[in-house]
């Protein structure tokens, strides 16, 4: 049974992250002829309206890419972050314009080109429902009901011979954490040049030591942790802070990011004062 619906969390800080990071990926990556494969293994509805009953009930997005001017942000940052900031600002600005906010499928759809493909999995009848109508339409995306940690790895290597995969689990079953640690070494072992993107939240800080401290003791090689936290860590009292684990991220990502990260977490509200940002080596290459 799957509780978890993206529609109350759509646009909060933790999606700001992985958009961000999803964009900086994705942008270097087409900078390449040759077409790819975009997997999502959790994609979602896709689409979220912010008047919808679910977003006003959390007021979570009001609270994260609502409270970002995300032009002003690049206009204030370095180069590289600049440039990042921009990239983000310009892909989410039109469906903010229609009280709107893209999902992941939506972000990846607008990112990438012509030759590429995307593959989706989404288990919850209603978000499948959802995504196959909101991407019907674009021949380069194929939707499946089906568990996305499998089929991630089945799907690999792909006939394009180049892949990023957004590993975006909701947690919801605690299983997750481990399953998350045999899914990325099971794709390092089938395309050990796959660049994964692998979520998780700082809700338990020892679930996320645990889920590090397993990936450094497997075969997995280039590896970058990176987060952003409202507040210090507060076990048993929600998600404080969430992350990405990025194998083989590009070379220009974690520059961009530490430029581009004290802007946001400073623009994210009172909880600022308390707020950090961290964008570090986890396993060297
Ligand atoms: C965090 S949300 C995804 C958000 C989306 N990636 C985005 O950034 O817009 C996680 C989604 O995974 C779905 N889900 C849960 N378990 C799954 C599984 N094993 N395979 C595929 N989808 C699953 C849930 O129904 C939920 O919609």
Request: no cysteine; proline share 21%; hydrophobic share 35%.
């Given at each position: 049974m799957l509780s978890y619906r993206h529609a109350f969390h759509a646009g909060n800080f933790a999606d700001v992250l992985k958009h961000l990071v999803l964009t900086g990926t994705l942008r270097y990556a087409t900078t390449k002829a040759a077409p790819l494969l975009y997997l999502d293994t959790h994609a979602g509805a896709g689409h979220y309206r912010l008047d919808a009953s679910e977003a006003q009930r959390t007021g979570e997005a009001a609270r994260g890419i609502?409270?970002?001017?995300l032009a002003a942000l690049a206009d204030a940052c370095n180069v590289a972050g600049a440039a990042l900031l921009r990239a983000y600002h310009e892909l989410v600005a039109p469906f903010l314009a229609r009280g709107s906010y893209p999902g992941s499928p939506l972000v990846a759809a607008a990112l990438l080109r012509p030759q590429d493909h995307l593959h989706l999995c989404e288990l919850h009848p209603a978000d499948y429902a959802r995504l196959c109508e909101i991407t019907q339409r674009d021949r380069r995306i194929r939707v499946e009901q089906a568990d996305g940690f499998q089929r991630a790895v089945a799907l690999l290597p792909p006939a394009q011979k180049r892949a990023v995969v957004l590993v975006d689990p909701s947690y919801e079953v605690k299983q997750d954490y481990r399953t998350v640690v045999r899914t990325l070494t099971a794709i390092h072992q089938r395309m050990p040049a796959a660049q994964v993107l692998l979520w998780y939240p700082v809700v338990e800080r020892s679930d996320i030591a645990r889920l590090c401290a397993a990936l450094q003791h497997?075969?997995?090689?280039d590896v970058w942790q990176v987060e952003l936290g409202l507040r210090p860590d507060a076990p048993g009292h929600g998600m404080s802070a969430s992350g990405l684990l990025l194998l083989?991220?590009?070379?220009?990502?974690p520059t961009a990011l530490r430029e581009a990260l004290p802007l946001v977490q400073a623009s994210l509200g009172p909880a600022a004062a308390y707020g950090y940002w961290r964008v570090e080596r986890l396993i060297e290459e």
């Open positions: 609502l409270q970002l001017d497997s075969p997995l090689r083989n991220p590009p070379w220009t990502l």
